[in-house]
């Protein structure tokens, strides 16, 4: 069974911290996601990787950063956190190949709040 | 400006009925589309794709239709339980091997028994 994990269901964190969020998968999947879910906003996209060392910017990375040393882990990282970035954060992770399996598989997410 | 609109926050059906989920989106590159539905406190999971080449997929209780020269899609589900009730999130893509997903805002579905 697929699993994709996440280090905390619940972060309290105050203004001007650093704060990590940690992700795992457990499927050797190669691409790996971090997004904010918003109400009325839907998901969107701040960082994903293809590959170890490998990150690319998605729709609203400012404020953010992200790490990948192992295929299976995948940080994101608040660098100094600041109260707009109170958000439910979800990872998720998928395979590569053709269009049947663009399927991606979420952890159940880390619910920060910034006070 | 939001790429993939999904314009109903909310719907409520009487179970046993259909549900229809509507999808609209604004980049006539998009051609592969995915449905996925979330439960409180539960990250979102698959529920059924189309690509563009197809107007309308299948599986089990839930079809997703694609109308390509109106940029809409719809998820029906037929007949609705009350174990579908959740944000069901739409969401497009260009066909690559990135997978870069937009997502639609979601609608809360609420199917009452």
């Known amino acids: 069974d697929v699993k994709v994990t996440q280090s905390s269901r619940y972060l309290v964190k105050r203004t001007g911290e650093k704060v990590f969020l940690e992700c795992v998968q457990d499927?050797?999947?190669?691409?790996m996601f971090w997004y904010r879910q918003d109400p009325g906003l839907g998901l969107r996209l701040i960082y994903f990787s293809y590959d170890v060392k490998m990150k690319e910017k998605g729709d609203i990375p400012e404020g953010y950063s992200v790490s990948r040393e192992k295929k299976e882990r995948f940080s994101l990282i608040l660098e100094s956190a600041s109260t707009n970035q109170t958000s439910m954060y979800l990872c998720?992770?998928?395979?590569?190949?053709?269009?049947?399996?663009?399927?991606?598989?979420f952890g159940p997410g880390t619910r920060l709040t910034v006070t | 400006d939001q790429q993939v609109k999904q314009n109903s926050p909310s719907l409520s059906v009487q179970e046993g009925r259909i549900s229809i989920l509507n999808c609209d989106y604004t980049n006539s590159m998009f051609d592969y589309f995915l449905w996925y539905k979330k439960y409180p406190a539960e990250g979102p999971t698959f529920l059924i794709s189309?690509?563009?080449?197809?107007d309308k997929n299948e599986d089990g209780r839930f079809t997703v239709f694609l109308n390509k020269s109106a940029k809409h899609l719809s998820l029906h589900i037929v007949p609705s339980q009350p174990g579908d009730s959740a944000v069901y999130f739409c969401a497009a893509s260009v066909a690559n091997y990135g997978q870069n997903f937009v997502f639609g805002p979601g609608t809360r579905l609420s199917v009452l028994p």
């Open positions: 998720a992770s998928s395979q590569p190949g053709p269009m049947s399996d663009y399927e991606q598989y």
């Open positions: 499927m050797d999947h190669e691409n």
């Open positions: 189309i690509s563009s080449i197809k």
